[in-house]
């Protein structure tokens, strides 16, 4: 990504706060099914869910993408991401055909610089709740590449 | 089970880490990012000729040695760091090692030291994670 399309330090730190739309999410058999089978573990038991799923269930269940997300952060096709980490705290196992209500915001956003980088740190936050029962949280952090 | 600190985890090994199975990934996560499908995006990256593994699948590796051990749903938390790309084709051992068992709630904890091996270097993948042994 050239100088002139980097999104200046301000936009980024407007971020901070800026609520996904928020929806619901039902994990289907297949998807589950598929999903475990990719990290090469076995079928779970009893329809529960692989945690795995924390990744990207908040993410569309909340109505997001993690395309959108990338855009939030202005990463062109020149900009690389990284992962700074992911944080999931479960207070219940995520189950098949279970409705999660899901909401998500932007928690955290500025720019970091170091001797060799400059990047842009993202940090997004997303919680999932069931019949008004908090189930899970996930917090992804992203560096976006400048 | 008396479970101490120092007690080591034993090991879940991901023979061969499959391009195939990254690309199921992108499609359920709908992650159109192509490194983890396009090895000609990775080359142009300049980091070799394989894709790179999402995140959660090596996340994953970690929650599978932990369901083997203390059984399906006993993960309370687990934060990831990710030091380093895993790529197609690696061999891949997951290892933990107990840190502190304590109680919260009625709950007995036990928080690990997980991390994601790889012959010849830095740990790709090093994190912490608290379970809680299933049926407890």
Redesign the interface.
């Known amino acids: 990504m050239t100088s002139e399309a980097m999104p200046s330090e301000e936009d980024i730190q407007a971020l901070v706060g800026h609520e996904f739309p928020g929806g619901r999410y039902t994990i289907a058999h297949w998807?589950n099914f598929?999903?475990t089978?990719?990290?090469?573990?076995g079928q779970?038991?009893d329809g529960?869910v692989?945690?795995?799923a924390l990744?990207?269930v908040p993410i569309?269940g909340a109505g997001t993408?993690?395309?959108e997300m990338?855009k939030l952060g202005q990463a062109g096709p020149g900009v690389?991401?990284?992962?700074?980490?992911?944080?999931?705290?479960?207070y219940r196992?995520l189950r098949e055909e279970t409705e999660y209500d899901i909401s998500g915001r932007v928690s955290a956003a500025e720019r970091k610089r170091t001797d060799t980088r400059l990047y842009d740190r993202i940090q997004f936050q997303f919680d999932l709740h069931d019949q008004g029962e908090h189930v899970a949280r996930s917090t992804v952090t992203w560096h976006y590449r400048r | 089970m008396a479970i101490q600190p120092g007690d080591e985890v034993p090991p879940w090994v991901?023979e061969d880490v499959l391009a195939s199975?990254m690309r199921?990934?992108a499609a359920?996560?709908?992650?159109?990012?192509p490194v983890h499908w396009d090895r000609s995006v990775v080359a142009g990256?300049g980091l070799g000729e394989r894709t790179i593994n999402q995140?959660?699948?090596g996340?994953?590796?970690m929650?599978?040695m932990l369901?083997a051990w203390a059984g399906?749903?006993c993960?309370?938390?687990?934060?990831?760091?990710?030091p380093a790309p895993v790529f197609e084709g690696d061999h891949i051992t997951a290892r933990g090692r107990v840190t502190a068992v304590r109680e919260e709630n009625g709950e007995q904890l036990i928080d690990c030291d997980v991390w994601l091996e790889r012959e010849g270097t830095a740990p790709p993948l090093e994190?912490s994670a608290t379970i809680a042994f299933a049926g407890n």
């Not at chain 2, 359920?28 to 990012?33: C, G, K, T, V």
């Open positions: 998807e598929l999903l089978d990719c990290t090469g573990s779970l038991a529960m692989h945690p795995v990744f990207h569309l993408s993690i395309g990338f690389s991401i990284g992962i700074e980490s992911y944080d999931w705290e479960f196992p | 991901m199975r199921t990934m359920i996560l709908r992650d159109p990012y990256m995140g959660p699948l996340l994953s590796y929650v599978n369901h399906e749903g993960l309370r938390r687990l934060v990831m760091r990710f994190g």
